[in-house]
């Protein structure tokens, strides 16, 4: 069954839009990413222009991570003042983000800096936490404790830094300026990328800040639906690239799989949990150096000027 | 008196040249002149249907009537680059930009074009999906673009939106012809336009054009303008609507 997308200007079949999304949903909500660096390059491949592609996930996003975040809210897995502290950072790392993207644009090597930096970040950070996870695994079966439980007076340099904050809920004692460090770069490539970057924010709280991942996700998924939010409104306004009949199809599809999701983390040790979520980001991050490193089929490509449309 | 010895040079210097003195016409008439966009839309088809009308002194030709069908959508600006090899990578280093060239193209004839007229003629008609693809002020022979011209082509003809159907016009008798065009989804809104030229020979004897436009109408309309004319109302919409999802959702799916 086909239907035909206002914005996106094709006809596009409903179930695989549904089914798609249903799949992201569930990712979504059992890692507590948006699930919109996996969601756009699909949409990209199914010859939706990727302006729409990524106005459009940002408002799916955002409808997947309000589910998240009320669920988490209800079970009291959700820090508030963390959060607030992150979407303040983010605010200001969307804003320089925008420049860097229009500065870029303007130099023509946009599409370079995505596809570089997709698979810098993907592999690095998905590298870097396979590689955590499988050390902590091979611990775990030596018998050894992990190293994750933090021990009393032990924390890294950078928490220590002035302005500290006691973030109740998520065990942390921290300096703002790490955080809002953090933040301003996640806003950054989020403003860049088109993603929300929760890939990127929930192993730096798992590992840098040593939240626990029973607050994390729900951190993660309140910061993620404040600037997504934000972003759908900023997207209309300024490109008018949102498709409303596309962003109900990947909604319907994302709430449902992320409720899912969401139940099935509840089954999940935090060790495989941080294999997956490796693996799953590694694999994005390898899809993309094989685009790059690969030689074409087509060297050729044809695009439109988006100010034509 | 001078009028009509102009008149008459004018008269004599066609009988020269031997030009047939408009002795054909065409007439064209379309299935539709609206292409309309709804939700269920998949593309869409309409047909061409023209008449070869002679003028009754006319003696019957030796070559048999050739006619074709060239339909352009759209003008756009389109942009070819290139990837190439940057040590181990592959970017995109070389770009071409290809102003004012329709996004939609088809090119329908009753037989092959180069049986129809010669390389050349072809040309400097704009017959063949190399030659109309081009605009009407744009050089025959674009200096050292070819590769790139050719890829926009092929990567058009892989999208469906550029077609070359050598047996698209079919003639119903000697004088009556119908040529289908198949519209795809995918192709842009706006207007397009049909020439039609009729051959014999290899040489045009008439030519009509006509159009017919692609519009969204319906839901689809209303969305479009919406967005475009009421952006921060539309996105606010959007974005309540995702926030409404998302608390529907757990409510429904609430079992605790």
Excluded at chain 1, 58 to 64: C, E, I, L, N, T
Excluded at chain 1, 197 to 211: C, E, H, K, M, W
Excluded at chain 1, 244 to 273: E, M, W
Aim: with cysteine.
């Amino acid at each position: 069954m086909q239907i035909y997308l206002p914005i996106a200007e094709l006809p596009i079949s409903i179930l695989l839009v549904l089914g798609l999304s249903g799949a992201v949903g569930f990712i979504s909500g059992l890692f507590g990413v948006g699930g919109g660096f996996l969601l756009t390059p699909l949409l990209i491949f199914l010859d939706i222009p990727p302006a729409v592609a990524v106005a459009t996930v940002a408002a799916q996003v955002a409808g997947s991570s309000m589910t998240g975040v009320l669920t988490y809210w209800r079970r009291n897995a959700l820090d508030l003042k963390l959060g607030s502290v992150l979407v303040g950072g983010g605010i200001v790392g969307t804003v320089l983000g925008v420049l860097f993207f229009n500065s870029m644009r303007r130099l023509g090597q946009l599409e370079l800096v995505i596809t570089l930096a997709y698979v810098t970040l993907f592999t690095c950070i998905g590298g870097l936490m396979l590689f955590d996870a499988v050390r902590a695994a091979l611990r775990d079966r030596k018998g050894k404790p992990a190293r994750l439980r933090r021990r009393a007076g032990m924390h890294p340099a950078w928490m220590g830094l002035p302005w500290r904050m006691r973030f109740y809920r998520s065990q942390l004692y921290a300096s703002v300026i790490p955080i809002a460090g953090l933040a301003i770069v996640i806003g950054f490539i989020g403003a860049v990328l088109g993603v929300g970057g929760g890939f990127i924010l929930v192993p730096a709280l798992l590992y840098f800040f040593r939240v626990p991942p029973a607050v994390v996700v729900g951190t993660s998924l309140f910061q993620i639906l404040v600037t997504m939010t934000g972003a759908t409104v900023l997207h209309a306004v300024t490109n008018q690239s949102v498709d409303i009949v596309l962003a109900i199809l990947l909604l319907i599809g994302g709430v449902i799989g992320a409720q899912f999701g969401g139940r099935a983390a509840r089954n999940l040790n935090v060790g495989s949990f941080r294999l997956l979520l490796a693996l799953l980001i590694l694999s994005v991050g390898l899809r993309f150096a094989i685009e790059l490193f690969l030689p074409p089929a087509e060297p050729f490509s044809v695009v439109m000027p988006e100010s034509a449309r | 008196m001078k009028r009509l010895g102009n008149a008459l040079l004018a008269a004599g210097f066609g009988l020269l040249a031997g030009l047939p003195a408009k002795a054909e016409t065409l007439i064209a008439a379309l299935s539709t002149h609206q292409i309309a966009i709804t939700s269920n839309y998949t593309g869409d088809q309409l047909t061409v249907f023209g008449l070869v009308e002679r003028e009754g002194r006319t003696a019957a030709r030796a070559d048999p009537y050739d006619i074709v069908v060239t339909v352009r959508g759209p003008p756009r600006m389109l942009i070819v680059r290139e990837k190439e090899r940057v040590g181990p990578l592959w970017i995109n280093r070389q770009q071409r930009r290809f102003p004012e060239r329709p996004v939609f193209l088809t090119v329908s004839t009753n037989r092959p074009i180069s049986e129809i007229l010669s390389d050349e003629a072809a040309r400097r008609e704009r017959v063949g999906l190399a030659n109309a693809q081009r605009t009407a002020a744009t050089n025959a022979f674009e200096f050292g673009i070819g590769p790139y011209r050719d890829a926009l082509i092929r990567i058009m003809e892989d999208k469906g939106l550029y077609a070359e159907n050598e047996r698209g016009v079919t003639f119903l008798s000697p004088t009556l012809f119908s040529a289908p065009i198949n519209v795809p989804a995918t192709a842009p809104t706006g207007s397009y336009e049909i020439e039609i030229v009729l051959y014999a020979g290899g040489a045009a004897l008439a030519r009509q054009t006509t159009n017919f436009e692609v519009v969204k109408t319906g839901m689809e309309q209303s969305l479009a303008s919406a967005a475009h004319e009421r952006p921060l109302l539309y996105g606010l919409a959007t974005a309540a609507l995702a926030l409404l999802f998302g608390w529907l959702a757990t409510t429904i799916f609430r079992r605790d």
